[in-house]
């Protein structure tokens, strides 16, 4: 999958731009509209806290740190308690996988707090009132659906697309 950014300038257009997705098999699920504070969306689908927040790097970001700082508390651990060597690979491994539970949670609440680093090109857009239109489409669909859109609605601006989308949300 693929996560393409499109600029519309109204809530009319965005309505169009997402028929138009719809019409190309893209699922309601995979569409999510970010307007200004206050603009209504009416039926239109409306980004979650998934695309607005950068929950998702937090936490990748989180893995590594977190992963780290359990081996090291593991190390301290068979380091001070030297009974502990008995079992001194089971308590690094699970040391570093609760570090890593603990970096994860962590970091998901810091990402909720943080708008998201990949929307920042399009802030002064939104705030103009212009939609941000975000779909994820399959790879081999990129290039079909960014003409289509095109040719159908000339107010639509694409404005390139992401090269990897998380599997979940």
Known sequence: MRRLYFLVPDPQAGKKAVDELLLSRIEWKHIHVLAKRGTPLEDLPEASVWQKSDIIPAMQRAVPLGGATGILCGLVALALEPHLIVAGGAVLLGMSLAGVGVGVYLGGMVGLNVGNTRLKAFEQAIERGELLVIAD???DQVEEITERLRKVHPKVEVKG??????AFP
Request: charged letters at 35%; proline letters at 33%.
């Open 137 to 139: 489409v399959p790879r």
């Open 161 to 166: 697309t992401e090269p990897r989308i998380p």
